[in-house]
């Protein structure tokens, strides 16, 4: 087995999280916001948010996880976190052959939705969204939508304060878990158009779109020798050919960390930004 695999197995099986790092540490982000977010364990909210491993622990991601809790915060939902009884989705490990794996991380999470109190589960991360919304039912299951549906749903009911129209153009990614096997296409394309963004869509797109090259365990692996160039570096070649494009919109953890290491290995970080779609939409928002 690949090192690098078997090492961030060991870590979802020991903390529960592919980072090594220790549960208590899963809601430290929360400490960059100046307002504090609920303990979905202590008090009953109607949004439980499943932040999910890249979300709380890369200081990559820390930014755009933070802009979803303001665009939350200031849109008047009352949601709330399970802090360090969450755990891995364990969506990856499945699909990474770690059937065992998987089923331990889903019952240690239903059995923390069991102590929670709320209406509906969110996610910032298609991969948990996958999982939690087909893999997880027992009988008592809660809805599960994808931040991009509730934000998209807000917009329509005209509950989301949108200030300003960015007008900048843009391309989007379909992530896997979102797009070919959820066909959640219109929801984040509705919110990108209400932005004041100029969607130029990239030749794969929707069902044709190109993965990121991370799910199935993929970003905790080295490439083979042979391995002549990574999909991220792929796509986000073909997304800085498109004319006058200067942002690459995603909407899934993994996507912002894989674009933003291809960036970086192209040179085209200079051409190119890569931004989760809260942080476009807090900037909207004012």
């Given at each position: ?120 589960i969110i996610t910032t991360d298609p991969h948990s969204f996958h999982v939690l919304k087909h893999e997880y039912e027992d009988g008592d299951s809660k809805p599960v939508r994808h931040h991009t549906q509730l934000l998209s749903d807000l917009i329509l009911e005209g509950k989301l304060p ?55 365990g993929r970003i905790w692996m080295e490439d083979p020798p042979l391995f002549e160039q990574r999909p991220a570096v792929s796509r986000v070649m073909e997304a800085a050919t498109l004319d006058k494009v200067r942002i690459l919109v995603v909407v899934c953890p993994k996507d912002l960390v ?29």
């Amino acid at each position: 087995m690949d090192k690098s695999l078997q090492e961030a197995l060991k870590n979802l099986s020991r903390y529960g999280n592919s980072f090594g790092a220790p549960p208590r540490a899963r809601a430290q982000w929360t400490g960059q916001l100046d307002f504090p977010i609920k303990d979905a364990r202590q008090e009953p909210v109607q949004y439980l948010w499943f932040v999910g491993d890249y979300a709380s622990y890369d200081v990559r991601v820390a930014a755009a996880t933070c802009a979803a809790a303001r665009v939350f915060h200031k849109a008047g939902l009352d949601f709330g976190i399970l802090g360090d009884s969450e755990r891995n989705s364990g969506n990856d490990a499945r699909l990474a052959g770690q059937e065992g794996l998987y089923e331990r991380l889903r019952e240690k999470n239903l059995k923390a939705f069991a102590r929670a109190h709320f209406q509906e589960i969110i996610t910032t991360d298609p991969h948990s969204f996958h999982v939690l919304k087909h893999e997880y039912e027992d009988g008592d299951s809660k809805p599960v939508r994808h931040h991009t549906q509730l934000l998209s749903d807000l917009i329509l009911e005209g509950k989301l304060p949108l200030r300003k129209r960015l007008r900048t153009k843009v391309t989007y990614h379909d992530p896997c878990y979102l797009g070919r096997y959820n066909a959640i296409f219109h929801a984040p394309r509705r919110v990108i158009a209400a932005l004041g963004l100029e969607l130029v869509e990239m030749a794969r797109n929707r069902v044709y779109s190109y993965c990121c090259g991370a799910g199935a365990g993929r970003i905790w692996m080295e490439d083979p020798p042979l391995f002549e160039q990574r999909p991220a570096v792929s796509r986000v070649m073909e997304a800085a050919t498109l004319d006058k494009v200067r942002i690459l919109v995603v909407v899934c953890p993994k996507d912002l960390v894989m674009f933003q290491d291809a960036l970086r290995i192209t040179g085209l970080h200079h051409r190119l930004e890569v931004k989760e779609l809260s942080e476009l939409v807090e900037q909207a928002m004012g």
